[in-house]
């Protein structure tokens, strides 16, 4: 089945440590995204790439880092410098339709700092 | 630019009640908006979506939403609720394909609650 994958669904890192969420996509979708999302509130972007070896900040780009090698992978390293990185982390990957952009998401990731 | 105001961060409706969830746009071309829906602790998943064909559209679970233009609004709707529905809902809208924005501009979310 084609679909994104996220892994792990729980991780837990100590203060001071970088940490790489893994997102991974067989839908052969060009665009994939990084969303970060605290309790009771809406998606904030993160990063987005549209196509292999590039991609853009989003609104709350400090402290994250991303790479897009190949067009399936597009992890996600929250380092030391971001101050509150406990939260809710989605992958979405997006398609082309007849004049827009569909997104498609991953299960996400809960990330605990302490 | 485009935006989507969702009105209402948490709504609460008794079991078999109808549902109805409000979301206003603003694009200054037409847009093609969509509603999400997630369960705790899981990704987004696609509920509808409006791409200017049928204003009034269908989608999984027994949800449908309408297109008004003059309202600028795509309100999602249930005739009757069930205690599976309780989630958060998300409105979103797409900028046009290759146009200078590409990003796909969510709403902040409205929670549903169902009272037994």
């Known amino acids: 089945d084609g679909g994104i994958t996220q892994s792990p669904k729980y991780l837990f890192r100590k203060e001071g440590q970088n940490v790489t969420l893994s997102c991974e996509q067989n839908l052969n979708h060009d665009a994939m995204y990084w969303y970060r999302q605290d309790p009771g509130q809406g998606l904030r972007l993160i990063y987005y790439s549209q196509i292999v070896n590039d991609f853009q900040k989003g609104d709350i780009a400090e402290g994250y880092s991303v790479s897009r090698e190949k067009k399936e992978s597009f992890p996600l390293t929250v380092t030391s410098a971001q101050k509150n990185p406990t939260a809710f982390y989605l992958c979405?990957?997006?398609?082309?339709?007849?004049?827009?952009?569909?997104?498609?998401f991953g299960p996400g990731t809960r990330l605990t700092v302490t | 630019a485009q935006s989507v105001t969702q009105l209402g961060s948490h709504v609460s409706v008794s079991e078999g009640a109808l549902v109805l969830l409000r979301c206003n746009y603003s694009s200054s071309v037409p847009p093609y908006l969509f509603w999400y829906v997630q369960y705790p602790n899981q990704g987004l998943q696609l509920l509808l979506k409006y791409t200017s064909a049928a204003t009034l559209v269908k989608g999984i679970n027994g949800f449908e939403a309408e297109f008004k233009k003059s309202e600028t609004s795509f309100h999602l709707t249930k005739p009757s609720a069930h205690m599976s529905d309780a989630a958060e809902y998300f409105c979103a809208v797409s900028p046009p394909l290759y146009s200078s924005a590409s990003k796909i501009i969510f709403g902040s979310g409205t929670r549903l609650s169902i009272r037994p």
């Open positions: 979405a990957s997006s398609i082309e339709g007849q004049g827009y952009y569909e997104q498609y």
